[in-house]
């Protein structure tokens, strides 16, 4: 077995030991269930860990993840994770957290294929052409780079309140509230978009659902 695998196994062993240290019953508690108040849909990249960066503990974050963070309407482990979420834990709030260099973003500026997820990336693509205008007019790369993964993230916050998961507790006056987030790498710090909506009042009339 290779160094890197024999130490996480390791590591295992000394998080462990540490939790008991702290609280004997730390994992009978865990085992007795979950009631965590957050879903955290977030992007597959290993250095956007989602319980570190808002120093929460186990057990306090229901966790989806893909590349670019995305909410698509017909991917049905999102929307497994969604109902499961909203219906059965009743968390009472959701995180779109993406991350200023995600290579998933990036690749939807350019046309290089680069094999399956090609298919994945178009839907990024397409939040490019929802706002061509605002990006094309950004002359430097970088630049234009930031506000797409701000504007994906943005977008993905609107297409995670179309869901009928989401408005259907909102029909029923349940406490949900959705947000969006973008995740420094190099910085450390989250930043809130404003993106904070507790009810389906600023979505088109097309996309409010009738119960």
């Given at each position: 077995?290779?160094?890197?695998?024999k130490?996480?196994?390791?590591?295992n062993?000394?998080?462990?030991?540490?939790k008991l240290?702290?609280?004997?019953?730390?994992?009978?508690?865990?085992?007795?269930?979950q009631?965590?108040?957050?879903?955290?849909?977030?992007?597959s990249?290993?250095?956007?860990?989602?319980?570190?960066?808002?120093?929460?503990?186990?057990?306090?974050?229901?966790?989806?993840?893909?590349?670019?963070?995305?909410?698509?309407?017909?991917?049905?482990?999102?929307?497994?994770?969604l109902?499961?979420?909203?219906?059965?834990?009743?968390?009472?709030?959701?995180?779109?957290?993406?991350?200023?260099g995600?290579?998933?973003?990036?690749?939807?500026?350019?046309?290089?294929?680069i094999?399956?997820?090609?298919?994945?990336?178009r839907?990024?693509?397409?939040v490019?052409?929802?706002?061509?205008?605002e990006?094309?007019?950004?002359?430097?790369e970088?630049?234009?780079?930031?506000?797409?993964?701000?504007?994906?993230?943005?977008?993905?916050?609107?297409?995670?309140?179309k869901t009928?998961?989401?408005?259907?507790?909102?029909?029923?006056n349940?406490n949900?509230?959705i947000?969006?987030w973008?995740?420094?790498?190099?910085?450390?710090?989250?930043?809130d978009?404003?993106?904070?909506?507790?009810?389906?009042?600023?979505?088109?009339?097309v996309?409010q659902?009738?119960?």
């Amino acid at each position: 077995m290779s160094d890197f695998y024999k130490k996480i196994i390791e590591n295992n062993k000394k998080w462990v030991e540490d939790k008991l240290k702290i609280d004997p019953e730390f994992f009978n508690n865990l085992a007795e269930g979950q009631n965590p108040p957050l879903l955290w849909i977030g992007c597959s990249d290993s250095r956007v860990p989602a319980n570190e960066i808002i120093g929460a503990e186990a057990g306090e974050v229901f966790v989806h993840r893909n590349i670019a963070n995305m909410v698509v309407h017909s991917d049905m482990n999102m929307l497994s994770v969604l109902d499961y979420a909203v219906n059965a834990l009743k968390v009472k709030h959701v995180i779109v957290c993406g991350h200023y260099g995600c290579g998933g973003v990036k690749a939807a500026m350019g046309n290089s294929s680069i094999g399956i997820i090609d298919n994945w990336i178009r839907h990024i693509k397409d939040v490019y052409r929802l706002n061509q205008a605002e990006l094309d007019g950004i002359a430097d790369e970088n630049t234009r780079f930031n506000r797409f993964v701000e504007l994906n993230v943005k977008e993905q916050v609107y297409d995670l309140a179309k869901t009928s998961i989401v408005q259907a507790a909102w029909n029923k006056n349940q406490n949900l509230t959705i947000h969006g987030w973008v995740y420094g790498l190099n910085s450390g710090y989250v930043t809130d978009l404003g993106l904070n909506f507790s009810s389906d009042k600023d979505l088109d009339n097309v996309y409010q659902l009738k119960f």
